[in-house]
């Protein structure tokens, strides 16, 4: 709850107050307290301890109030993508296409930061800042991912075969940590598909051809802290604010939630 101080300006949790503006997300800042970095107009700060928006806030020995300002232009949401729609639309192609479904941007464009197949439908996170997308892509390649797979019933089958947790795309391996059955139809079963990390393109649909199944649907449901709100419609998007924004400035290398003595 906030309260009001006694100069009449509302006052919050740091932890709280940082995460909403972009600092950091609260289990970061939280351990940024712990560990002596951060202090409110001179002296070191402690969890849960109350801040007002002109209070003096240090992470580092750097001021977090101007690089926040900076970030809150930034502008980031998360899609929810339908098979079949490309990312882009193309000249003389009339297929549908994700940008035409986006809010409206002044003197940007979105760019896509996770990988998801022309096929594929489900989680797709972009944003305003280009070169915050390149480098978030480039980091979020050793994030874990999380699919549903919907594949149809084999003919003349009393049982489903096992499917394998690694299968050759483009001449390489690629690993998956587990696929397990959840809820089934009487024509098809749903899986929960699970790898340490971003897998190529088609390699999802390749690992159920390799135990003779047909899929029916691939979708994308969470691509390392981000996930598809149950509750988002295909062809809707949602903006990312507070620690998700956070999340995904601190994947790209943002000076405001990666203080340049992180790695101490």
Known sequence: MTRRSA?????????????????GSRRQIEEWIRAGRVQVNGRPATLGQRVRA???????????????????RVRAIVYHK?????????????????????????????VAVNPIGFAEDGLLVLT?????????????RQLPVEYRVRALRPERATEWPDVPLSVEVEGRPVTFTAVEPTEAGSTNQWFKV?????????????LFDAAGLKVSRVHLVA??????????????SRELRGPELAELLALGGRPVTAPRTASR
């Open 7 to 23: 100069t009449g300006g509302a006052d919050e949790r740091i932890q709280k107050s940082l995460a909403q503006r972009g600092v």
């Open 54 to 72: 002109d209070d003096r806030i240090l992470v580092d020995g750097r001021d977090v109030a101007r690089p926040a300002r900076s970030a809150a």
């Open 82 to 110: 339908p098979g079949g729609e490309m990312l882009r639309a193309r000249a003389g192609d009339e297929r549908p296409h994700v940008e035409a479904h986006l809010p409206s941007l002044r003197g940007a464009r979105w």
């Open 128 to 140: 305003s800042d280009g070169p915050l997308a390149q480098r978030a892509a480039r980091a979020g």
């Open 194 to 206: 699970t790898a340490d990390q971003a897998v190529p393109r088609g390699a999802v649909r390749a």
């Open 223 to 236: 691509w390392g802290p981000f996930r598809l709100p149950r509750d988002l419609p295909r062809g809707r």
